[in-house]
């Protein structure tokens, strides 16, 4: 099963285009170092890792706070297994080798949450 797991998450690596990306609602933009260190904007996809885990898998297990940039994620982290590292660690998912999968918006996205201005945050409409 991790055989076909890890396959699909090639091909789907392979269909993403190699452009700079602008983030559609539901994701999250990360950029508050990103751009100052000369990589773009980190676009995580939300609802792709949603679909597929319960929300304690990364807001419990991997220690991510709901809430837009109450988390100090750093290369160094992901590196060394915390947060997104946990699965991008070239085993579970690829690995942070693999910058432009992740560093894929466009210059100059702000960090938040696109969508996100509808609510007040989780759980508050």
């Known amino acids: 099963m991790g055989g076909r797991i890890a396959g699909l998450m090639l091909f789907m690596a392979l269909l993403l285009p190699s452009q700079p990306l602008v983030a559609e609602y539901g994701d999250v933009v990360l950029n508050r170092r990103s751009e100052k260190e000369g990589m773009r904007p980190v676009i995580f ?7 597929r885990f319960q929300c304690k898998v990364c807001h419990h297990e991997l220690g991510f706070k709901m809430r837009v940039g109450s988390n100090d994620v750093r290369m160094t982290d992901i590196v060394n297994g915390k947060f997104c590292g946990m699965c991008h660690n070239g085993d579970v998912a690829w690995g942070p080798d ?28």
């Open 45 to 51: 996809q939300h609802w792709f890792h949603r679909i």
């Open 98 to 125: 693999r910058c432009d999968l992740c560093h894929s918006g466009k210059p100059g996205l702000p960090t938040g949450i696109y969508g996100g201005h509808e609510t007040s945050g989780p759980g508050r409409w």
